[in-house]
């Protein structure tokens, strides 16, 4: 088992280990500007069951789980070094809100697949509880249609993720790759006066089931804010996450002024400075469990947002910092690879312009509820988007992977039809919404691309690891 040691993770035989990797975003916390759906989760889920019925739906979502993320996906994280996938997932996989503290065992399925998958290359997981009953954050990615972090308000809410923290570290306590346990992401206590306590009685509930694995704990306020932890708990990494403002989909030029603020590389490391400065003072290790930029299809702007990643990247990498990149596959916005077939970018800017405009008088976030999920649903509409199994070779001059997407069944499952406005309700009304594996792809096999920025090797990444 790691453990911590230190301002270091170690094995048994106390030989240090620097987490890097991905996030495994749009999986089993699906996001709507990962997979290209408006709204959150449970919302996208009720719409499918509400066309498809309930039986279709279910071969739906478990032939999207086991197509997003397989043996040769796996085997490109291993191939560019990667020691770590932090895998974020929804708690609506074990237990649902009408059966309260019932556990569904099914839930570990697709879960320990993955696990296996990546522990058999060597690769570390960290589990993270990215939706919490109740919503533990105001937005979208804790499947919150609300912006109540309702969580921090009822108990109710928090006995459930204690049980359902007992009842997975217990499932896992003896598996040596999995890294640890990251109980709550992004926490957005309002007040400040409930996640302290609640974290207290958090770890020991977790420490009686597993006193092995360690513990990644997420500062309050989106991992930004350590104040609330009133001690340091043994065997634990202390969470933050460094999204850099000129990053964001709002972002300005790099370097240059976002929203009036300077951002450049001297920023980007005063940021991180200040972001990390209770690692510090507590000798704890330092990991960053979420960052990167968001893509714009723009060749100028990207390569600027290209810029911002190495830059981040040549800053952990001097201070010995692990990381998890956000987010490993998506619709081509901001992960590490997207699916092929992407929207040339001058249309992908116009339908953003649109967007914006219409929520401007709403005043809405940037991100899922506005900016991020706007894009990639107005993207995407009327396409077929191929999210299926990665492959894996060497690549091409052009930077494309050796090999096609197989034919089959496995292709079929990683094929998602977004229909225009018109089209989806002619079909609701039918009820012919086709589930993956009845949609025809056009031409050769479903081939995602890897994101490939100039001047740097594969991804981007790979001269870091």
């Known amino acids: 088992m790691l453990h911590v040691s230190g301002t270091q993770l170690v094995t048994e035989d106390d030989a240090p280990v620097r987490l890097r990797g991905v996030g495994l975003g749009g999986w089993m916390n699906m996001e709507n500007f990962i997979t290209g759906y408006p709204a959150n989760e449970s919302a996208m889920r009720q719409a499918v069951r509400g066309v498809l019925g309930d039986d279709r739906a279910e071969l739906f979502f478990d032939r999207l789980l086991t197509s997003f993320f397989t043996e040769r996906d796996a085997d490109l994280l291993a191939e560019l070094g990667m020691n770590c996938v932090r895998i974020p997932v929804n708690y609506r996989h074990w237990e649902s809100d009408d059966r309260p503290m019932e556990i569904d065992p099914r839930g570990f399925r697709h879960l320990d697949r993955v696990i296996g998958l990546l522990g058999e290359r060597g690769i570390y997981s960290v589990i993270d509880l990215h939706a919490l009953p109740g919503s533990q954050n105001q937005h979208w990615h804790s499947d919150n249609p609300t912006h109540v972090a309702a969580f921090w308000q009822h108990r109710h809410f928090q006995d459930r993720a204690v049980h359902l923290w007992e009842v997975i570290a217990d499932h896992y306590r003896e598996n040596p790759w999995v890294a640890g346990y990251n109980p709550v992401n992004e926490p957005g206590d309002v007040s400040g006066k409930v996640i302290g306590p609640f974290y207290d009685r958090l770890v020991k509930a977790i420490r009686a089931a597993d006193p092995k694995h360690v513990l990644f704990l997420d500062g309050n306020t989106y991992a930004t804010d350590f104040s609330i932890f009133r001690e340091v708990y043994e065997n634990t990494v202390f969470v933050l996450h460094d999204y850099a403002l000129a990053g ?201 691309a890897v994101r490939e920025p100039p001047g740097l090797s594969r991804c981007g990444i790979v001269g870091w690891i």
């Open 248 to 448: 964001f989909a709002h972002g300005g030029p790099y370097p240059g002024y976002t929203r009036g603020e300077w951002c450049d590389r001297d920023e980007l490391e005063r940021t991180f400075a200040k972001r990390s400065r209770f690692q510090r003072e507590t000798g704890t290790p330092l990991w960053v469990g979420e960052f990167g930029p968001v893509y714009t299809g723009d060749p100028e702007v990207d390569g600027q947002r290209y810029q911002i990643l190495r830059d981040q990247l040549a800053i952990y990498d001097a201070q010995d910092v692990g990381w998890s990149l956000w987010t490993y596959k998506d619709v081509g916005l901001q992960g590490l690879v997207h699916a092929s077939g992407g929207v040339p970018g001058p249309v992908r800017r116009r339908h953003r312009q649109e967007a914006a405009a219409r929520r401007g008088p709403l005043g809405l976030h940037h991100g899922g509820g506005g900016r991020r999920a706007g894009s990639a649903a107005h993207a995407h509409r009327g396409r077929v988007l191929r999210l299926g199994p990665l492959p894996v070779g060497r690549p091409l001059p052009d930077g494309r992977p050796d090999q096609a997407h197989p034919d089959g069944a496995g292709a079929a499952a990683g094929v998602r039809r977004a229909l225009p406005r018109a089209e989806r309700r002619r079909a609701g009304r039918a009820g012919r919404l086709v589930p993956a594996g009845a949609v025809r792809t056009q031409g050769a096999a479903a081939r995602p």
